[in-house]
């Protein structure tokens, strides 16, 4: 291979990120080298097991993700913004709507909510820690290596181009030949097992170590999402893992399970894809609705409305999730039978989460409201989401989907539903339990002024291609002719995705302001909160979380408390050495023989790929035969910690 073939050479963009992307590293490197931040990186950070530590790093790769997916987009409606536009190529824009797709759903939005599940569900349930804090370590790292061996594509070896469901044939090696779909293929299998990973633990901690007195019916309804979110994953994410496994065989060693020759079947991987991807909607929208719930219950001052008849609205929304897939490929000849039994499946599914909107409206009714910032974004959510919901019933009926699919229609409603859905609870959940991570809060004022350009930008980007796809502008197209009439409204779409760009630097912006100026929090009730998380005594926990358990008598246990002048004062002859996780390299290192192994298997490079699964396992067998019984914190140093009088 030469090296004009290893790298992606010729377009001055690619140039451009090249240059960036030496520079940060260099600035990265100066940075820690100056102020000799190596040893706190490695010991702080790289081989933490501390969830909140864990959340913060998936939160941060997150955003990291917003940005790179958000340039994609922006790229992408340039290219768009006039008739038969030169900016970009038709095979560039192809790979950046891919890495667009694949980025925003599989390393943004997933890896946004599960940092969010990290940071505050063990604090809600009462929890020092999750059930499997190494295997947590595990989860991120692959997760983060997964991310970043599909990021490099597009400045080594070329990005994926076959759109973010990779479609057979379109992914084969005839029509997407190269190293590109390797990355895909080779990046979701690593990410998906710290997914996987992750639904496991997460089942274990919320199931086995809630606090005493905390009942399923007790525990707060982001805990219940999550719970819920967590059943999907331990379901959904092994049909995506093994359909790319059959994919990476079909490409890298000839076998025959998607392709049109020796009998493989290129219709089996778009049935494993939305077996998959359907489920996957509601693993992105499920903690959503929970932080939504916490965060209107909270600033109405009431108890959530109809406690469980969402938790039942949920788990029946879970149980829909897995018999709603072939709406996704009506058009393609499955028939009037099975076309009209999951039309009626997919418009069921819109039952329960009807009964959730009701909910949230009734928990404000004669509520004391009050219009925070992460408030904003939850009534932002319920109207944007109603559209979104509305069109998909409309995307439901299987022959009127005839006309509406594979159309703008599509791509608008479910921006509608992915936007306002996720995007707009990772900001809320974010600002709204940003106190726990940083120990302040973000402004308000500059905080409100990004909800207002957000969603107006939002809005004037993704309600115009409701026309534009009613009017028949087909989605995956790189240009369009004037003759068309589709140039005003692509326009005005264009202006609306740059709005939420600025948003998007305004948010940035705000995080720099809040951690230069903003008034630091005194204790660990930043919102006047009702549930657990807000119970510590400071307002960042200790890495301990709780100095004792806490004793639950009800739902919404510490409002309860504060509303009958009962909260618990901590004394020192109540505390008892408490045993503690000790931090791991190893999962570190673990990964970063993953990204080896991968590296060498999307260039065929067999050597490489052996070396690196040799390590991966030489790790696992360390792990094995290590015995680490972590350590116990002494009860002078909660006492210190807590700063309580002995």
């Not at 600035?27 to 931040?37: E, H, Q, R, S, V």
């Amino acid at each position: 291979m030469k090296w004009d073939e290893f790298f992606v050479t010729g377009d001055p963009m690619i140039y451009g990120a090249d240059v960036s992307i030496v520079l940060t590293m260099v600035g990265i490197l100066f940075y820690l080298t100056k102020y000799k931040k190596w040893k706190w990186l490695w010991d702080e950070w790289l081989t933490t097991v501390d969830h909140k530590k864990l959340g913060i790093m998936y939160i941060v790769s997150a955003v990291l993700m917003l940005f790179r997916g958000g340039v994609d987009a922006l790229l992408m409606r340039t290219q768009l913004a006039v008739p038969e536009a030169k900016f970009l190529d038709s095979q560039h824009y192809n790979e950046i709507f891919t890495t667009h797709g694949t980025i925003m759903i599989i390393f943004m939005a997933m890896p946004f909510l599960i940092g969010l599940i990290n940071v505050v569900v063990p604090l809600q349930i009462g929890a020092r820690d999750v059930a499997y804090p190494y295997l947590n370590a595990v989860s991120f790292w692959t997760f983060f290596i997964g991310a970043m061996l599909f990021n490099i594509s597009f400045v080594i070896g070329g990005s994926p181009s076959a759109g973010w469901t990779s479609y057979m044939p379109l992914a084969s090696n005839e029509l997407s030949p190269g190293p590109g779909q390797n990355y895909y293929l080779l990046g979701l299998q690593i990410a998906g097992i710290g997914t996987l990973l992750t639904g496991i633990n997460f089942l274990v901690t919320i199931l086995k170590m809630r606090a005493p007195g905390m009942t399923l019916f007790r525990m707060p309804m982001f805990t219940w999402s999550s719970l819920v979110t967590m059943v999907i994953i331990i379901f959904a994410f092994p049909i995506l893992t093994v359909a790319l496994a059959l994919m990476t065989f079909d490409r890298l060693f000839g076998s025959h399970f998607f392709t049109l020759q020796g009998a493989g079947m290129d219709m089996l991987w778009a049935n494993l894809f939305w077996l998959w991807g359907h489920p996957e909607v509601y693993i992105v929208i499920l903690p959503a609705f929970g932080m939504f719930s916490e965060i209107i219950s909270t600033f109405s001052r009431k108890t959530l409305f109809g406690y469980k008849a969402m938790i039942w609205s949920m788990l029946l929304i879970a149980g829909y999730s897995f018999l709603v897939w072939v709406h996704h490929f009506f058009t393609m000849g499955s028939g009037a039978l099975v076309n009209s039994v999951f039309s009626i499946t997919t418009m069921a599914i819109g039952i329960p989460t009807g009964v959730k909107i009701f909910n949230w409206l009734f928990t404000m009714y004669r509520g004391k409201i009050q219009f925070t910032t992460p408030m904003l974004w939850s009534l932002g959510f319920i109207v944007n989401f109603v559209i979104g919901g509305v069109t998909g019933v409309m995307l439901a009926m299987a022959a009127a989907d005839y006309q509406y699919h594979n159309t703008y229609f599509l791509v608008s409603h479910f921006h509608y539903v992915l936007i306002a859905g996720t995007v707009f609870a990772c900001f809320a959940g974010l600002i709204y339990w940003y106190p726990k991570m940083f120990g302040y809060k973000l402004n308000e004022r500059i905080g409100k002024w990004v909800f207002w350009i957000f969603t107006i930008g939002f809005n004037v980007c993704f309600f115009p291609q409701y026309f534009l796809g009613l009017d028949g502008m087909p989605r995956r197209v790189y240009t369009y002719s004037e003759e068309s009439g589709w140039g005003p409204l692509n326009m005005v779409s264009t202006i609306g995705g740059f709005m939420m760009g600025i948003a998007f630097l305004v948010l940035v912006y705000n995080m720099y302001y809040s951690f230069r100026f903003a008034k630091r929090e005194l204790t660990g009730d930043a919102w006047d909160g009702r549930t657990l998380e807000w119970s510590t005594p400071s307002a960042m926990p200790p890495f301990y979380n709780f100095a004792k358990i806490p004793e639950v008598t009800g739902l919404d246990h510490f409002w309860r408390q504060k509303q009958a002048g009962k909260v618990e004062k901590l004394t020192a002859n109540e505390l008892k050495p408490i045993h503690m996780p000790s931090n791991s390299g190893v999962p570190f290192i673990m990964a970063s023989f993953f990204f080896v192994a991968g590296f060498g298997m999307v260039f065929d490079w067999m050597w490489m790929a052996i070396v690196g699964l040799i390590g991966v396992f030489g790790t696992l067998i360390y792990r094995s035969f290590e015995y680490d019984d972590g350590y116990y914190v002494s009860v002078e140093e909660i006492i210190e910690t807590e700063k309580i009088s002995k």
